[in-house]
């Protein structure tokens, strides 16, 4: 049989590239961790490594970058139910502040509008006090008129012998009445001051006139 031998060069030198070397079978479990993002909110990022390996299973690492806080809706509260009554009760308290200005302000003006009784005593003019006649400015027939129903309602409902302060408050608003009804223009005089300085006086000279027959006894 004939043997045929090929002469080889000691240094062997390559016409192309070098070709690559088999790798090993565990060489090729070498591997290289990628990441995939996964966007959470504008200032937060989860990343997951992703390992394509053959019989291991790893856990994904998580990866947080927060960079302010976040801030949670402030659960809204229910409205405060209205008290109705609270509100009426307000709405009379102001009526009834309004009514009781209305009347303390025509209380006041209807007094401004009345006649006042002058300072001091009737019957004194010189001693602090005034005349009757003069303050009053009636025609002289008409306070004598006014003198007279005044005298005899004093006998009728009034005891003589006593002064104006020991009289009974009935016998008084009759005198009053009395004076009003026959000389109606006394509601312009503030209290009817005239007719109680007409039965003060009679009263005083009557209950003086009683006290002297007294002592005489």
Same mark, same amino acid.
């Given at each position: 049989? *004939? &043997?045929?031998?090929? /002469?080889?060069?000691?240094?062997?030198?390559?016409?192309? /590239?070098?070709?690559?070397?088999?790798?090993?079978?565990? +060489?090729?479990?070498?591997?290289?961790?990628?990441?995939? +993002?996964?966007?959470?909110?504008?200032?937060?990022?989860?990343?997951?490594?992703?390992?394509?390996? $053959?019989?291991?299973?790893?856990? /994904?690492?998580?990866?947080?970058?927060?960079?302010? $806080? !976040?801030?949670?809706?402030?659960?809204?509260?229910? /409205?405060?139910?209205? !008290?109705? @009554?609270?509100?009426?009760?307000?709405?009379?308290?102001?009526?009834? %502040?309004?009514?009781?200005?209305?009347?303390?302000?025509?209380?006041?003006?209807?007094?401004?509008?009345?006649?006042?009784?002058?300072?001091?005593?009737?019957? $004194?003019?010189?001693?602090?006090?005034?005349? *009757?006649?003069?303050?009053?400015? =009636?025609?002289?027939?008409?306070?004598?008129?006014? @003198?007279?129903?005044?005298?005899?309602?004093?006998? $009728?409902?009034?005891?003589? %012998?006593?002064?104006?302060? *020991?009289?009974?408050?009935?016998?008084? +608003?009759?005198?009053?009445?009395?004076?009003?009804?026959?000389?109606?223009?006394?509601?312009?005089?503030?209290?009817? =001051?005239?007719?109680?300085?007409?039965?003060?006086? &009679?009263? @005083?000279?009557?209950?003086?006139?009683?006290? &002297?027959?007294?002592?005489?006894?």
């Amino acid at each position: 049989m *004939l &043997q045929f031998s090929t /002469p080889v060069i000691p240094f062997y030198e390559s016409e192309g /590239p070098p070709q690559a070397l088999p790798l090993l079978t565990y +060489h090729t479990e070498m591997f290289c961790a990628t990441l995939s +993002h996964i966007l959470i909110s504008p200032q937060e990022e989860m990343a997951f490594s992703t390992l394509p390996l $053959r019989g291991r299973t790893f856990s /994904p690492s998580c990866v947080f970058m927060t960079t302010s $806080r !976040v801030t949670l809706p402030v659960p809204s509260r229910a /409205p405060t139910p209205k !008290v109705v @009554k609270s509100v009426s009760f307000a709405t009379e308290n102001s009526k009834s %502040d309004k009514v009781l200005t209305y009347s303390s302000l025509s209380s006041l003006s209807s007094k401004d509008s009345k006649i006042l009784k002058p300072e001091g005593e009737a019957g $004194r003019p010189g001693h602090g006090g005034y005349n *009757l006649e003069k303050a009053l400015n =009636w025609d002289a027939n008409c306070f004598k008129s006014l @003198k007279e129903c005044i005298h005899r309602s004093i006998k $009728r409902y009034c005891d003589v %012998d006593m002064s104006k302060k *020991l009289q009974t408050p009935t016998a008084l +608003h009759e005198v009053h009445k009395e004076a009003l009804t026959q000389f109606p223009e006394l509601a312009d005089y503030h209290g009817c =001051w005239p007719v109680g300085d007409i039965i003060q006086m &009679q009263l @005083k000279n009557t209950s003086a006139k009683a006290q &002297q027959k007294n002592s005489r006894k």
